[in-house]
Nanobody
Framework: QVQFVESGGGLVQPGGSLRLSCAAS????????MNWYRQAPGKERHLVAS????????YYVDSVKGRFTISRDNAKNTVYLQMNSLKPEDTAVYYC?????WGHGSRPKYSDWGQGTQVTVSS
């Protein structure tokens, strides 16, 4: 059974940093792109960043470019999201999933989602 367990969220002041982790299981992790998504209150979930299967390529939406860094450790079946210079508009629940396709058109491979991890940026 596919499972995603996100962690690392919290309350941080604007300009602060957080590092999110997502431990995946139940599928061949090292064969797939991995994506981070976020869902703000009252809004749809959308893609934030992607990393290819062996980390040769990354993709970021414009709003996080230069501030967020996605990485992965295939030995640990874990994907990370380092978030720096956080802004209030980054407040959301963050999720990971394997990705189909690349770039802004990438869509989640699995219908099962983890519980997510809440990131709140506020002074």
């Amino acid at each position: 059974q596919v499972q995603f367990v996100e962690s690392g969220g919290g309350l941080v002041q604007p300009g602060g940093s957080l590092r999110l982790s997502c431990a995946a299981s139940g599928f061949s992790f090292d064969l797939y792109h991995m994506n981070w998504y976020r869902q703000a209150p009252g809004k749809e979930r959308h893609l934030v960043a992607s990393i290819s299967s062996i980390s040769e390529n990354t993709y970021y939406v414009d709003s996080v470019k230069g501030r967020f860094t996605i990485s992965r450790d295939n030995a640990k079946n874990t994907v990370y999201l380092q978030m720096n210079s956080l802004k209030p508009e980054d407040t959301a629940v963050y999720y990971c999933n394997a990705g189909l396709g690349w770039g802004h058109g990438s869509r989640p491979k699995y219908s099962d989602w983890g519980q997510g991890t809440q990131v709140t940026v506020s002074s």
